[in-house]
């Protein structure tokens, strides 16, 4: 149950794209196609943006997009806003269990 | 409007024990899975705890044979006991409940504060 792998920062100006990539093994993100992602501001719970990889919830804006390649997810932030700064979370079912990413810092400049 | 409402944290000694609830409405906690959350202070997420409808549950290395989830169908609330606290137990405990797949967690409680400390 290692916590999976994400960069400890990232950060973009205004209007421009990032991504933050989540990497994991071939026991958990490599192995289904349900991996999510999760903004949390401080202080509040957090919210999820994707679900099943690249499948986002009513409501959420398409600004967020993810992807997935073997044992790595990515999430894709475009045109980067000032409230898109936060934090982001990865997950991923590992069959019966659940594990996280380390988590990301989004920084916008 | 589905909501879950945490409560039951507080200070406790290493060793003491704790139960948290979780009062969910619009929703029956019977019917999808749940699971706890927690995050430390100034830390990331960690998985720690899940109930399928079916009943099974299954538990983070980190707290297997210490923490136990439950569920009271007559009540609509998730539960978490909490016994052998350590002080690395000190964490914001969220519970969530489960998507439409088994891919996600979505709503999340505002969260409960457990801080293991003498």
């Known amino acids: 149950q290692s916590a999976l792998t994400q960069p400890a920062s990232v950060s973009g100006s205004p209007g421009q794209s990032i991504t933050i990539s989540c990497t994991g093994t071939?026991?958990?993100?490599?192995?289904?196609?349900?991996v999510s992602w999760y903004q949390q501001h401080p202080g509040k719970a957090p919210k999820i943006i994707i679900y099943?990889?690249?499948d986002r919830p009513s409501g959420v804006s398409n600004r967020f997009s993810g992807s997935k390649s073997g044992n790595t997810a990515s999430l894709t932030i475009s045109g980067l806003q000032a409230e898109d700064e936060a934090d982001y979370y990865c997950?991923?079912?590992?069959?019966?269990?659940?594990?996280f990413g380390t988590g990301t810092k989004v920084t916008v400049l | 409007e589905v909501q879950l409402v945490e409560s039951g944290g507080g200070l406790i000694q290493p060793g003491g024990s704790l139960r948290l609830s979780c009062a969910t409405s619009?929703?029956?906690?019977?019917?999808?899975?749940m699971s706890w959350v927690r995050q430390a202070p100034g830390k990331g997420l960690e998985w720690v705890s899940v109930?399928?409808?079916?009943?099974?549950?299954y538990y983070a290395d980190s707290v297997k044979g210490r923490f136990t989830i439950s569920r009271n169908n007559s009540k609509n609330t998730l539960y978490l006991q909490m016994n052998s606290l350590r002080a690395e137990d000190t964490a914001v405990y969220y519970c969530?409940?489960?998507?439409?797949?088994?891919?996600?967690?979505?709503?999340w409680g505002q969260g409960t504060l457990v801080t293991v400390s003498s």
């Open positions: 071939s026991s958990d993100v490599g192995a289904y196609n349900y």
């Open positions: 109930i399928y409808s079916g009943g099974s549950t």
């Open positions: 099943d990889v690249s």
């Open positions: 619009g929703f029956t906690v019977s019917g999808t899975y």
């Open positions: 969530a409940r489960g998507g439409r797949t088994l891919s996600w967690f979505d709503p």
């Open positions: 997950s991923s079912y590992t069959s019966i269990t659940y594990v």
